[in-house]
């Protein structure tokens, strides 16, 4: 089996593998063996301990770090299962069971994004100190689909390719903290949105910032902040200019959030599992490991 040992204590290692470093993921540990404690107590063993064949993934340390080899390089379960000395079927079985326990561990520490924005009351509560946010849209390719009318639905005009896409909030910080359900990546952002729950529960005082897609948005809520439109045969003022340059120089920030959770190639390369919206648990996942770097770093 893969030595993980020599990763732990390699910091460059352990970023390149799992794309955190020893003292986070020592941090994360914590919560991943409690997070796993209490799945084996909600699903009782139907052997006694000590029964049945070994596993090869044996500690809570080397589960979290395989599970977190999976999102950061994002290998065939046939790899996995060479790397790791079990059979790929085991490879497989190993990925998703770990991604809940994950996804738990990370929802005990509080980094996994919100789902709905539905109340201002739910956003004070869960975000106090947060002064400002930017929504944008990202896409992850998918395999094409051979029907041709789902090829339809998932074929993305901006990215001249099928994808899955998400909507996500990004604080000043860079923390994504609300993130919208995948959807196919023929959706339009504005639509999206509007399908959504995710503007409705931002206080009034949090200017939202927003690029041209979301045109129309300004006109539903007072604290959208869009940039400038250039009229027809016309150009905008220097003043306008200005201000569009001031806005996306504060927008990027979305951008640079998106760029952090790709670091887990699970999220950004070709999605090729075939089971009905993991691509959106995957999604979810990384955003908590992004927001969990952040809140360590």
Known sequence: MLDIHRALNNDRL?????GLNRKAFDELLVAFAAALQAAKLAKPRQRAPGGGKKAQLSSDQEKLFYILFYFKCYPTCDVAGFLFDFDRSQANRWMHRLQAILEAA???KMTLPERKLETIEQFLVRYPEVKEVMIDGT???IAR???REKQKHTYSGKKKRNTRKHLGVVDETKRVIGLSKAREGKVHDKRLLDEETLVEGIPDEIPIQVDLGFQGLQNEFVNIEIPHKKP????LSDL?????QERSSRRVRCENAFAGVKRYRAVSEVY????????DRLMLTACGLWNFYLMVA
């Open 272 to 279: 090729r599992n075939r089971v009905t919206d993991f691509d």
């Open 139 to 141: 896409e992850r390719p």
């Open 240 to 244: 306008q200019k200005q201000q569009n």
């Open 14 to 18: 352990m970023r390149a593998l799992t």
């Open 106 to 108: 990370l929802g005990e």
């Open 145 to 147: 689909p051979k029907d």
């Open 232 to 235: 027809k045969g016309k150009e």
